[in-house]
């Protein structure tokens, strides 16, 4: 990281009016449904790295990864010229590509948003938030820290997070613990915990460790299997069930004794959880790529527009814009939305666990669906 300057201060308190007054008004436009939007986003996804320090078996990115010595490996902070008129309302930014960490001016992006006192959510593996950077990023207005964390023993964490170093993490997060309390920095520290067959189990220890190191939330996500050649189908909790239901339920119980929330992706037990919920996402965010594609989400949205070509007025209330808006908590949403798998998950549809099945062939899948489940075919797979 070059070391920069310090920022010009700006008092978070010149920002507040305009921030609180933008969430008043999107919230109401997005629980009216209403498409025309006057609001600005709530949240802003930031595309700067496309380097990640580990290789997780069951990368979601993996085509997207690229080498630090590429010429598209990371963004400069020329890029955050585009947002600028969004940063004095948006209630958070968010570093969630890759490992952004890893961009070399990454203090630079960091200072651009104190410019405008816009806080910022990262989202991380840990093994680049060393005590200077976790220092660095606290005093800089990080309010949310994600961090990738698959497995409470170190065997089990290595043999999913490959490249990475469970004693190295954990000293990480004890370092930014202690600057967080020593300094009155507080921050929410949310472990990401992908479930399957291996790390179910070691739920209950898992909270051990987030109460630990200072964890305020835990995530619980399903793994999503996105490629055939993976060896790690029989790995869905898809296939069991009863004991993911079992450890996330006593892992809940157990998480909120020390003042955890442990947030989960439904239970198959709970068929209260099977209607689709409300989605806001169309009015409260924009992941914004490197050239200025305009996702709305991570769960399967298309590209909307272009803000850098389009420009943020012009694309935010777009025809195709006004069309999802419009549609997203109808009757008849787009594809992306049936399809989605974080936030409308169809937890017993095998190929929202087994991604993969869905391209390909009708006769092929059904005949792979058969050999992973027998004859006795999930309905919703049977589409």
Known sequence: MVTMPAPIAVPESAFDSARQLNTQINRLESGQNVPVVNSRPLNLGLDISNVCNINCIFCLAASGRKKTSDAEAFREPEYMDHFEPLLPFVEKAIFSSFEALLNPRFDEFVHRLRRYATP????????????????????????????????????????????????????????????????????????????????VPELLDYVDLARRVGATAIQVNYLLVTKPDTDLDQESVFFHQSMYDYYVLSAKLKAAKHGIVLHHQPLFSDEARSVPTRCNRPWEHLNVGRDGAVQICCGGSPVLGNLFSDGFARLWNSPRMLEFRARVNSDNPPACCKACTRGREAKGDITGHLTYLRGLPAAERQERIRELCGEKIPEAAQA
């Open 120 to 199: 910022f959510q990262l989202f991380s593996n840990g093994m680049a938030i060393t005590p200077e950077m976790g220092a660095f990023l606290l005093e800089n207005g990080m309010k949310s820290l994600w961090l990738s964390f698959h497995g409470a023993r170190e065997a089990t964490y290595h043999g999913i997070m490959r490249g990475s170093n469970y004693d190295t993490v954990l000293r990480n997060l004890m370092a930014l613990k202690h600057h967080s309390r020593s300094r009155g920095k507080p921050f929410e520290l949310r472990l990401v915990f992908c479930a399957m067959r291996r790390t």
